[in-house]
Each structure stands twice: as structure tokens, then as C-alpha cells.
């Protein structure tokens, strides 16, 4: 097991470090004002794109992939450190799904996509400084980063894709064009994972992956299955090669329908790309017959080979690059930023009746406001429920049916609910009557 295209990652980024809550110390002040420092920002996750990788196996590993959270504000205004950043490396040509829709292709070496966000560092006492509140006992958590479950599926670049029957001389076919080193050998099935090789002709070069044999019923999942076929499915063009001899006893004619039927099952584009019909080994007794009863069905669009001798296979790379010359590539997924999406709903919310008194409220806000809320400071405590009720929390829960001590749940936290009105912010010094009396579960 050594070539693995498909993984699950599990990323989490950094949490936020912690504001600092904190007071100026002079010998002949009493009161010196605050100097509680801001958390640092969590570390990101980030997939970097890496021309010398061709597997995933190293997240197969170890998939759960996390970054450090953010250092804790300090006294004197100390900003807390970042957290460093989490790079992984994936192969070129990694294309990376989020609860099942495309979200990135990283198709080109370097490049980066940030797969979790870290979360911003919670701010100290003194960025809560105003002129209404000049000595705030109010400091946040770092709020939580971002987690993400992926899947990551590696979808080679190459410009020609070469398929066929099992041991129809695909891997023959690469070794010849270009300077890979495939295993080639007189059985089926000799070829278990994609071979990749750069081909010259004319001055033209091209990416060229040999991937395993195909035979009937593959898309149901026999043989090595079509899940190799991915590895064509961005190439610009397939060279179909047919092996006189036939397989398996299924005449030359119908197999080419066969291997016709397993690319149309694969779905996505196989079916509509440009393709080339070899007749390959020509220098066995079969092929004049057969090769005649070809050309009879598809007249010029199949051509005739021997990837041994090396004949007819000059008429074959001038088909590939006059066909690569038609078709610009490489085939990119258009991945939809989902950020977008995310952003459009960062302030919104559900509340849920769970029945027996208890309500959910659930949303990107919300929750991060509970998680960064530092439950033992009222004037915290209360800056947070004035929040719930400004972006509407309060009349959504009414609605839901709350009433006084049910409990309401957010995140990892909850508090119970009560119809007292709020107080005026920001709260005096010493009140500890707070409507939200619990921290956290
Ligand atoms: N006589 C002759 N034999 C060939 C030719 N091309 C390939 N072969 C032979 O056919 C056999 C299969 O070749 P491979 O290149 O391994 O075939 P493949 O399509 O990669 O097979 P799988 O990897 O099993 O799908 C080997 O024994 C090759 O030497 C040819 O043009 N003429
Ligand atoms: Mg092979």
C-alpha cells in the first residue's frame, strides 16, 4: 500500500489566546488604569500544493492535522504571541471537498489554500477602555478555531490518459514515450496504481498517466474498480488501446464498446473527451484483421501501432498533439469560495425548543460569543448578554416559548434564562446579580 489517493483529514486550527485582565501598578498612583494585553491569533491550518509528493499516504497516517493556539495576553499591554501556522503538504492536482462540495484544486506547486482558520486572540482589559468605562473588569477568551473535517482526493495532471483492457500495452505505451519505468509484464492487472511520464514529439511535451486495466462491470467496483479513472478525468485526451488478441475471450469490437460502457459509468467527463482508438500490437498475426474490421467501423478515427516495434507510433503522438492543440487544459475544478456563503450567515442564528425547558441556540456568532465569554467577570458577563439581545437572541427565545429558569444551551455553554431586564452597561463595580448565573458544562 504505498499509492493513496483519498483521504479524510481531520483539521483543527488554533484557538485565540486569552485577553489579559490587568491594572497599572505606580507606587504613588493607586489606581493606574488597565493594561490587560489581547490574546494572540491560533495558528492556521494550511494545505500547500507539492510537486515532489505523489501520494496522500502520509495523512492517511495522520490525518488529524492541528495547529497551536495563540499565546495569552499579559500585564503591560503584552500582546500575546500567534500561533504558528500549520502547513501540510499534499501532491499536486489534490482536490479538497467540505461536507461533500468542492472547495479547492490545488493544481499548481506552492500554492495554498487554508483549510482552518485560527481563532483571534480574545482582547484584554484595555481595548474595553472608554470614556464611559475608564477601569473595565472585562477581558475576553480567545475564541476557538476553526475545525474542519475534508476530504481530500488526488486527481493527478496529465494531458493524455491512456486506457484499455488489462494487459492491452498501456504501461508498454508509456515506458516507450516517455522515460518512466512501469512494470510491463504478459498478464492482466500487472499495473495496480497510476504511472506518470513527461513524452516529447515535435517539440510538444505532455504529462502522460498510465492507470490500471479496466474490464466489464468495473464501475460496479470489479477488477481494481474505476476509481483509477479519476487520475484521468483531467486529462485533455484518452488513447484507448486495443489489444488484437482480445481479453478474456471478448472479440476486439465489443471490448471497445465494453470500455466505452465503464467510462460513461465513472460520470463527470470521461465520456465527452476527445479520444484516439489504437489498435496496438501489429506485429502479431491478428492485428491486420482486425485492424481492417476497425477501420471499416471507425474509419479515421482509429489508428493502427505497435508499441513494440515502435511502429505506427509516430501517426499516434502527431494524432495526441493535434488533438492536445484543440483542447487547452489542464481540466481545473472550479472550487466556490465557501467563505462567502459563511460570511452571509456569520450573524445569524436558530433557537431550538428541545422541550422539558431546555432551548438550543446555535450559529457561527453566537456560539463563538459564548466560547470567548469569561463567565467569573460580570461586566463581561453582561457586555455578552446585551449582545444576544441586540442581534435579536432574546425575542427569538421568547418566541420559542422560553420562560424563567429554563436553561439555554450554546455551544459548550449555558446558562439559564430570566425575564429580569437587562442591566445598564457597564456594570458597577461589585454587582454580582447577573442574569447568567452558570459557566460552563
Ligand atoms: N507483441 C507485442 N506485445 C506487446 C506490445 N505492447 C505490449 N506488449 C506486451 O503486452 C503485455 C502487456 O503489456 P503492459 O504494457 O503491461 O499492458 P498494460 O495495458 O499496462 O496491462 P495492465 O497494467 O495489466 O493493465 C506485455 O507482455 C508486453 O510486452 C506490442 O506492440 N506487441
Ligand atoms: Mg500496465
Redesign the pocket.
Given at each position: 500500500m504505498n499509492f493513496i489517493d483519498k483521504v479524510r483529514v481531520y483539521a483543527a486550527a488554533g484557538n485565540g489566546g486569552d485577553g489579559s485582565l490587568s491594572f497599572r501598578r505606580l507606587k504613588f498612583l493607586e489606581f493606574g488604569g488597565p493594561n490587560g494585553g489581547d490574546g494572540g491569533k491560533g495558528g492556521d491550518v494550511w494545505l500547500e500544493a507539492a510537486a515532489r509528493l505523489t501520494t496522500l499516504m502520509d495523512l492517511h497516517f495522520r490525518p488529524h492535522v492541528e495547529a497551536p493556539r495563540g499565546g495569552h495576553g499579559k500585564g503591560s499591554n503584552k500582546t500575546g504571541d500567534s500561533g504558528a501556522d500549520l502547513v501540510v503538504k499534499v501532491p499536486v492536482g489534490t482536490v479538497v471537498y467540505r461536507d461533500g462540495a468542492l472547495v479547492a484544486d490545488l493544481f499548481k506547486d506552492g500554492q495554498r489554500w487554508r483549510a482552518a482558520e485560527g481563532g483571534r486572540g480574545g482582547r484584554g482589559n484595555n481595548s474595553f477602555k472608554t470614556h464611559a468605562n475608564v477601569a473595565p473588569r472585562l477581558a475576553e477568551k480567545g475564541a476557538p478555531g476553526e475545525r474542519a473535517t475534508l476530504d481530500l482526493e488526488l486527481k493527478l495532471l496529465a494531458d493524455v490518459g491512456l486506457v484499455?483492457f488489462?494487459?492491452?500495452?498501456?504501461?508498454?505505451f508509456l515506458a516507450r514515450v516517455s522515460s518512466a519505468k512501469p512494470k510491463?509484464?504478459?498478464y492482466?492487472?500487472?499495473?495496480l496504481s497510476p504511472n506518470l511520464g513527461v513524452a516529447w514529439h515535435k517539440n510538444v511535451s505532455f504529462v502522460v498517466a498510465?492507470i490500471?486495466?479496466l474490464i466489464e462491470g468495473a464501475s460496479q467496483g470489479k477488477g481494481l474498480g474505476v476509481q483509477f479513472l479519476r487520475h484521468v478525468e483531467r486529462t485533455r485526451v484518452l488513447v484507448h488501446?486495443v489489444d488484437p488478441a482480445g481479453y478474456m475471450g471478448e472479440e476486439p469490437l465489443a471490448g471497445v464498446k465494453t470500455i466505452e460502457r465503464e467510462l460513461k459509468g465513472f460520470g463527470g467527463r470521461l465520456a465527452d473527451k476527445p479520444k484516439i482508438l489504437v489498435v496496438?500490437?501489429m506485429?502479431?498475426p491478428e492485428g491486420e484483421a482486425v485492424f481492417k474490421a476497425f477501420k471499416k467501423k471507425y474509419r479515421d478515427r482509429v489508428l493502427a501501432a505497435?508499441?513494440?516495434t515502435g511502429e505506427g507510433l509516430d501517426a499516434v503522438l502527431d494524432r495526441v498533439i493535434q488533438e492536445l492543440a484543440k483542447h487547452d487544459g489542464p481540466e481545473l475544478f472550479e472550487a466556490r469560495a465557501p467563505a462567502e456563503a459563511l460570511h452571509k450567515v456569520e450573524q445569524g442564528f436558530t433557537v431550538h425548543n428541545l422541550g422539558g425547558g431546555v432551548f438550543q441556540l446555535r450559529g457561527r456568532f453566537v456560539e463563538r460569543a459564548s466560547a470567548m465569554l469569561d463567565t467569573a467577570l460580570p461586566e463581561a458577563v453582561s457586555r455578552y448578554q446585551h449582545t444576544l439581545k441586540r442581534i435579536g437572541v432574546d425575542r427569538a427565545l421568547k418566541k420559542a416559548g422560553v420562560r424563567n429558569g429554563d436553561r439555554v444551551r450554546c455551544g459548550g455553554f449555558e446558562f439559564d434564562w430570566s425575564d429580569a431586564p437587562l442591566r445598564k452597561l457597564p456594570v458597577k463595580k461589585g454587582d454580582k446579580r447577573t442574569r447568567i448565573g452558570v459557566g460552563k458544562k
Open positions: 484499455g488489462p494487459n492491452a500495452g498501456k504501461s508498454s510491463i509484464a504478459a492482466p492487472f500487472t499495473t498510465d490500471p486495466g488501446l496496438n500490437k506485429d502479431q505497435s508499441v513494440a
